[in-house]
């Protein structure tokens, strides 16, 4: 059977697909047309994500209809707020999140004895669920309590990912901070690293999901992912550089405490982000926020505008109005294309470490920055390399997720 596979949610749902093919020993297709079964899983968490679901189910339900051996199984985060099956009674059957396998093995015949734990290319998933309510999101309110994987299972996954010549790992989770919670002993997320980055051909590895508040409380963990070699990116998350709006988010820790932890890990390369318009922003603290951005030089920051998502805290507040929300989203926007451009001149004609990845790219060291090689370029992926930044060919939209820095360069060494 060929099984095509559509994720409006995040990529945690994507490492559970590729277990779940490795289990059900399926073939994946990339045309619609040609599938015997669907897989369509949903997000949860905004408010416009749950807009999407009638349209994606219209579309299913016409396929549906055209092939009546058309199995469609949908699910994900949104399987728990809204009842799929139950709401779409022309569906095969719906899974619960991160729950794909256990939800679709009534369907479906596995082999049990398979104990490997495949990876969605170079990602391992280490830890699922949030114990957290922060005021903007729905994961604390929903059915999503801390799943860890064993440290064991971890490296023997890690291990596998290496083998299939994906050197650059990437650690999956939802809050990797809270990684342990839920393990016997006293098994946290510094543990994991140090047995990870022990694991032989691994070139760097990628965190994702760092939670501030809950480094503010690990000096031992911030200072171990700041010295490690091997650790190369991060995901952290600000969220907001107000502290009224922090309070709002019912996040603990302090501006200060943000940006100490920035510094911190100042020669990481971070992924992490500004919400713009969530309740308790006001014109004066925004430009506040925009000081300290310009101040700090937090080039490399993400923005995304606050979407009053239902059932959070966050929806029980006085809202900002959507036109001032958008109005300092591109004042953001223009400030950010600002300080790129001044990080770029800082750069320009400097020689500066690249390391080549599985994306089959050239990632600054200690930047936020690529280089696209030419495509007959041969280069083993982890190796490093200096180059002198020539040139700039292009700052990405601000709207892009990665907001890279595209440069040219030449290799000097």
């Known amino acids: 059977m060929k099984v095509y596979y559509s994720n409006s949610g995040c990529a945690i749902h994507n490492i559970e697909f590729s277990r779940f093919m490795v289990k059900a020993k399926l073939v994946r297709t990339r045309y619609i047309s040609e599938a015997d079964v669907i897989i369509q899983s949903f997000c949860g968490i905004s408010s416009d994500?749950?807009?999407?679901?009638?349209?994606?189910?219209?579309?299913?339900?016409?396929?549906?209809?055209?092939?009546?051996?058309?199995?469609?199984?949908?699910?994900?985060?949104?399987?728990?707020?809204?009842?799929?099956?139950?709401?779409?009674?022309?569906?095969?059957?719906?899974?619960?999140?991160?729950?794909?396998?256990?939800?679709?093995?009534?369907?479906?015949?596995?082999?049990?004895?398979?104990?490997?734990?495949?990876?969605?290319?170079?990602?391992?998933?280490?830890?699922?669920?949030?114990?957290?309510?922060?005021?903007?999101?729905?994961?604390g309110y929903m059915d999503m309590p801390v799943i860890s994987t064993p440290i064991e299972d971890v490296v023997k996954a890690v291990e596998f990912t290496v083998e299939q010549h994906?050197?650059?790992?990437?650690?999956?989770?939802?809050?990797?901070?809270?990684?342990?919670?839920?393990?016997?002993?006293?098994?946290?997320?510094?543990?994991?690293?140090?047995?990870?980055?022990?694991?032989?051909?691994?070139?760097?590895?990628?965190?994702?999901?760092?939670?501030?508040?809950?480094l503010v409380h690990s000096p031992d963990l911030v200072d171990y992912i700041a010295n490690s070699p091997l650790i190369t990116k991060i995901q952290l998350e600000i969220q907001s550089l107000i502290p009224a709006v922090r309070r709002n988010m019912r996040l603990t820790s302090s501006v200060d405490d943000v940006l100490q932890i920035l510094h911190a890990f100042r020669n990481k390369h971070i992924d992490t982000n500004i919400m713009v318009g969530y309740p308790g922003e006001t014109d004066s603290a925004f430009q506040k926020q925009l000081d300290l951005?310009?101040?700090?030089?937090?080039?490399?920051?993400?923005?995304?505008?606050?979407?009053?998502?239902?059932?959070?805290?966050?929806?029980?507040?006085?809202?900002?109005?959507?036109?001032?929300?958008?109005?300092?989203?591109?004042?953001?926007?223009?400030?950010?294309?600002?300080?790129?451009?001044?990080?770029?001149?800082?750069?320009?004609?400097?020689?500066?470490?690249?390391?080549?990845?599985?994306?089959?790219?050239?990632?600054?060291i200690g930047g936020k920055a690529i280089i696209l090689p030419e495509s007959k370029f041969q280069c083993s992926v982890g190796t490093i390399v200096n180059m002198k930044i020539t040139g700039l060919d292009s700052i990405v939209t601000p709207f892009d997720n990665y907001q890279y820095m595209v440069l040219n360069g030449r290799i000097v060494s």
């Open 49 to 139: 994500s749950f807009k999407e679901i009638p349209y994606y189910m219209t579309i299913l339900q016409h396929l549906k209809e055209t092939n009546p051996s058309l199995q469609i199984f949908v699910g994900g985060c949104a399987e728990g707020p809204v009842d799929l099956a139950k709401k779409y009674p022309f569906i095969t059957g719906s899974f619960r999140r991160c729950k794909m396998i256990e939800d679709l093995g009534k369907f479906f015949q596995y082999d049990d004895s398979e104990k490997a734990l495949p990876t969605y290319w170079n990602s391992v998933l280490i830890e699922s669920g949030c114990a957290r309510h922060c005021g903007f999101c729905k994961t």
């Open 166 to 214: 994906h050197p650059d790992i990437v650690l999956m989770a939802e809050n990797s901070t809270e990684y342990g919670l839920d393990l016997p002993g006293k098994v946290r997320l510094l543990d994991l690293l140090k047995a990870v980055t022990k694991v032989d051909g691994v070139k760097s590895i990628y965190l994702s999901a760092l939670c501030i508040d809950e």
């Open 293 to 364: 951005i310009r101040a700090h030089h937090l080039y490399y920051v993400q923005f995304n505008q606050y979407d009053n998502t239902p059932l959070v805290y966050g929806s029980t507040l006085p809202q900002v109005p959507k036109p001032a929300s958008s109005r300092r989203l591109l004042e953001l926007v223009d400030v950010i294309n600002e300080l790129k451009e001044e990080q770029f001149s800082k750069w320009l004609g400097q020689t500066m470490p690249f390391m080549f990845t599985s994306e089959k790219r050239f990632e600054m």
